[in-house]
Structures are given as C-alpha cells and as structure tokens.
C-alpha cells in the first residue's frame, strides 16, 4: 500500500523560495505518477503540477505556477519534489502529494507567504 508524507512546508517572505518534499512509501514507485495539490483556505483543492512515471519524468503545471515551480523525482530516494520560486501570498495554502489517479493522499504541509 502506497503512503504518502510531505514536508518543507513554512512561512516566507513574497519572492522567496521552498522545496517541498513528498516521501513515498510501498513498492513499484518508479513507474507511477504523482501529482501537487494545493487548497487554500475557503478555496477548492486544485492541480499545481504532475510528474509521470516510468522513463519519461515528463512534468505539467497549471498555468498559474508556470516559471517558477518545478516538479522533480528522485525514484532511488522514492521522494517527489516540488521547488517553488517567487512566491506570492497567493500561493499562500495547504499543498498535498497525490498518487495521481486515486485517493491516496498525504497529510499535507502548509505553505505560507506573507511578509
């Protein structure tokens, strides 16, 4: 069974930077693909970014983070990345891990921007 825990979550200052982390747990995590969340509060669950499994890695963002996320894997480490720059208080939210396609989340971690 697949688990799911992020981390690296914080408060920064508008501009600044986070690398949040996703550790996976169970097997077979190298042909899987994993996808961001993010809820802000009041707000709707929405996509930030996907990363696919197997050779490829191919990465897709919504348009609202494109240029300054990034969406990595590490399939040794079993470890899902997301490098945020330029934050906004927007960004402001809680994001989560997602084993795309199914339920299994992670607890999340909360990302705050404000000066």
């Known amino acids: 069974q697949v688990q799911l825990v992020e981390s690296g979550g914080g408060l920064v200052q508008p501009g600044g930077s986070l690398r949040l982390s996703c550790i996976v747990s169970?097997?077979?995590?190298?042909?899987?693909?994993f996808s961001w969340y993010r809820q802000a509060p009041g707000k709707e669950r929405e996509l930030v970014a996907t990363i696919a499994g197997g050779g490829g890695r191919s990465a897709s963002y919504a348009d609202f983070v494109k240029g300054r996320f990034t969406v990595s894997r590490d399939n040794a480490k079993k470890m899902v990345y997301l490098q945020m720059e330029n934050l906004s208080p927007e960004d402001t939210a809680v994001y989560y891990c997602?084993?795309?396609?199914?339920?299994?989340w992670g607890q999340g971690t909360q990302v705050t921007v404000s000066s």
């Open positions: 169970g097997s077979m995590f190298s042909i899987f693909t």
């Open positions: 997602n084993l795309s396609g199914t339920s299994t």
